[in-house]
């Protein structure tokens, strides 16, 4: 269709379609198409996908855009979300943890249970900072990594990102419905 619409000074319709073996009435067919509701709905549910992808730096998996739609009002299914993320052709672009370090050649620290050292809250904010941030970035100073690192803490983390264990709500929310009680 593009290439038609793109070639229409050098060739002719007829021209075109006989050498491409598609048929013209096929080509006028989508020339003249209006799109029905439902494609339009599609089409604005996609770009809502899309549009969060995006605000979240690329960073949400299905889930959290689902999470985030229906806080939004826009009533969907994971399932959903995931079916339009996968004909946008996107996905989270946060690393996983030993894909990281197998390609690094790092070795993982283990500590048992109950060691005086484990501290398994902290050690998941590092795990989710280094696979949504550390891992996805190319750092060239140590200031431009220190002022992205803040950025990412104070701006995403803490305000905007979702956390699973807080019944997908951000932080900053669930401080003000504890201050608000």
Known sequence: MSFIQANLD???V????SALKFPRSTYYAALNHVPSKREQEYKEFSNEVLSIYNEF??????INIHRELNDRNIPCSVKR??????KLEIKSIVVKKYQYQKNQGMLHSFSRKGN????????????????????TTTYYTFEESKSAL?????????????HN???Y???QQVEDEALAA
């Not at 730096?57 to 299905?62: L, Q």
């Not at 979300?81 to 996968?86: A, E, G, L």
Request: charged share 35%; aromatic share 16%; net charge positive.
């Open 10 to 12: 050098k060739y002719t």
């Open 14 to 17: 007829k021209q075109m379609c």
């Open 57 to 62: 730096k690329k960073r949400y998996r299905a």
């Open 81 to 86: 979300v995931q079916c339009h993320m996968k």
């Open 116 to 135: 005086p050292y484990d501290n398994a809250c902290i050690e998941s904010f590092h795990s989710v900072l280094k696979k949504e941030e550390v891992y």
């Open 150 to 162: 803040f950025e990412y803490i104070e701006s995403f983390y803490n305000r905007k990102r979702r």
């Open 165 to 167: 264990a807080l019944d």
């Open 169 to 171: 709500k951000t932080p």
